[in-house]
């Protein structure tokens, strides 16, 4: 890879227009931390970007997935994105299996891919733990969907969780191994599939910001707050009732002493540092601004506060989401008009991919 990060900076950067795409998984309850990490920032970027928004349902199925279950939480993330904000008329929101182009553009990057990048990846390992005789191949191809589900737009911006970085870095490497290994054929194509520059794919930015990048367990203050983690407790789920997130946040793993004045104090302090992150994030101060109004205070007094903040930002949401959820007909067709959309652009990629590799086709 180090190779490849070195290559002339030339051919990295055509002028690709800009193109944000990001995906969620539908695997049981969205949580905290897909607001705060991802879904937030998929709202400010609309007015900045043309945005492209995918529930990745064939990510979703590398673990298993009861199917009733599945159909449910597709209709659920794509719910959570337009009650947080997403206008799926402005910009276009869909789900993975209904554009082909992605399993497609999946298999090609499978051949670009070497075993020793995905090999490195943290995820994998974090996710099959002792048990990797047993993961699915897809688990383990997992990061070549993910970039082909980004660069069959030729997207450039992807705003993602800092949990994502890895996968994000590795397709730039991929698009990266493309450009190069076919850069004759992409030169010969070029005018015809490639008018913006040498290079066919973009090296994709990963964009990871603001205060809450990386939301942890309630339970536990190193590990990630999670769908998949088998504790409800451990997150607060975007469908929780002000009940629900009271009582979270009130049993939510903490230390014995007062909330510091001073920043540097919570680096010792996972569990004291991630609830003042939230707060941070939700109130749109910094973790300073937060110790100047809570240092010195128990967490008897910070819990219910915060709670209390969760509350009033996410149960606006909860609430629309509840609304849209029952209404499968209007998600369906968000769904359908989405995906058409995303097919045409999806289709001049993989044409041109076809082209560039050496396949006939019609
Ligand atoms: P799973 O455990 O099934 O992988 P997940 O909670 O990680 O589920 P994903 O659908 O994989 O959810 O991720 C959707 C987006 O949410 C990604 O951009 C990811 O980086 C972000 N994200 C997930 N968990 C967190 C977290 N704890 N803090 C901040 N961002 C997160
Ligand atoms: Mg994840």
């Known amino acids: 890879m180090d190779a490849l990060q070195s290559a002339p900076a030339a051919a990295a950067k055509p002028p690709f227009k800009p193109l944000v795409f990001s995906g969620v998984q539908p695997t049981g309850n969205l949580h905290l931390g897909n607001y705060l990490g991802a879904i937030v920032k998929f709202v400010e970027l609309q007015n900045t970007h043309e945005c492209i928004y995918c529930v990745v349902d ?7 997935q009861e199917p009733h279950e599945l159909t449910r939480a597709i209709r ?12 799926p008329k402005k910009h276009i929101v869909f789900n993975q299996s209904q554009v082909a182009e ?11 891919a070497r075993l020793g990048w995905l090999n490195r990846m943290t995820q994998f390992k974090d996710k099959v733990g002792k048990d990797r005789e047993n993961a699915s191949v897809g688990l383990y191809a997992y990061p070549n969907l993910m970039a082909a589900d980004i660069l069959v737009y030729r997207a450039t911006h992807v705003p993602v969780g800092e949990d994502q970085k890895q996968h994000v870095e590795l397709a730039r490497d991929i698009a990266q191994k ?17 008018p913006s520059g040498e290079a066919f794919f973009p090296l994709p930015e990963p964009l990871i910001q603001g205060p809450a990048t990386r939301v942890m367990s309630l339970r536990d203050g190193s590990k990630k707050m999670s769908k998949s983690d088998p504790s409800d407790q451990s997150r607060i789920a975007l469908t929780d009732d002000a009940d629900a997130i009271a009582l979270k ?11 510091p004045h001073d920043e540097k104090a919570l680096e010792a302090r996972p569990e004291a540092d991630n609830l003042v992150g939230i707060y941070a994030a939700l109130a749109g101060h ?18 219910p506060a915060l709670a209390d903040l969760l509350v009033a930002k996410l149960s606006p949401i909860t609430a629309e989401m509840r609304r849209l959820k029952d209404d499968t007909g209007y998600i369906d067709s968000v769904l359908a008009d989405g ?12 044409k041109a991919v ?9």
């Open 58 to 64: 064939m990510h979703a199925i590398t673990v298993w």
């Open 102 to 112: 992605h399993a497609e553009l999946a298999w090609v990057f499978n051949c670009v």
């Open 76 to 87: 659920e993330v794509t719910a959570a994105f337009i009650a947080c904000g997403i206008d």
């Open 339 to 350: 995906s058409a959309r995303a097919q045409v652009l999806a289709a001049e990629t993989m």
């Open 249 to 259: 946040i009130r049993r939510a793993k903490t230390d014995p002493d007062p909330l």
């Open 286 to 303: 910094s973790k300073a601004q937060v110790l100047k109004d809570f240092g010195g205070a128990q967490f008897s007094t910070f819990k």
């Open 354 to 362: 076809k082209d560039i590799v050496g396949f006939v086709r019609r």
């Open 178 to 194: 493309f450009n190069n290994d076919y850069a004759s054929s992409i030169a010969e194509h070029m005018g015809t599939v490639n």
